[in-house]
Nanobody
Framework: QVQLVESGGGLVQAGGSLRLSCVDS????????MGWFRQAPGKEREFVAA????????TYAGSVKGRFTISRDNAKNTMYLQMNSLKPEDTAVYYC????????????????WGQGTQVTVSS
């Protein structure tokens, strides 16, 4: 059973950095690919980044490529999202989830959504 909890969000000025964490209290963390998504007010949930079970392949949305880094530590059942050079348009609730399908960037193939963590970037 997947039980994900996100943390690490907060208020930061443009150009600043934050590191989000996603902890899985279940027992299957190391066997699944995972991803980060975000949802801004009035907008649909959008893909941010994804990582395979062994960290062999990472995928990023064009809007965050070069600024965000996804990683995971299977020994700690934890996935991370290092966010640098933050922009006001990065403001959103960030969610992590486990991918069970083949569509890397579509939320429809992810399950186990956490409650999200708010990231607010001021200009």
């Amino acid at each position: 059973q997947v039980q994900l909890v996100e943390s690490g969000g907060g208020l930061v000025q443009a150009g600043g950095s934050l590191r989000l964490s996603c902890v899985d209290s279940g027992r299957t963390f190391s066997t699944y690919a995972m991803g980060w998504f975000r949802q801004a007010p009035g907008k649909e949930r959008e893909f941010v980044a994804a990582i395979t079970w062994n960290s062999g392949v990472t995928t990023y949305a064009g809007s965050v490529k070069g600024r965000f880094t996804i990683s995971r530590d299977n020994a700690k059942n934890t996935m991370y999202l290092q966010m640098n050079s933050l922009k006001p348009e990065d403001t959103a609730v960030y969610y992590c989830a486990v991918r069970i399908g083949r569509a890397v960037v579509s939320s429809i193939d992810y399950v186990g959504w956490g409650q999200g963590t708010q990231v607010t970037v001021s200009s």
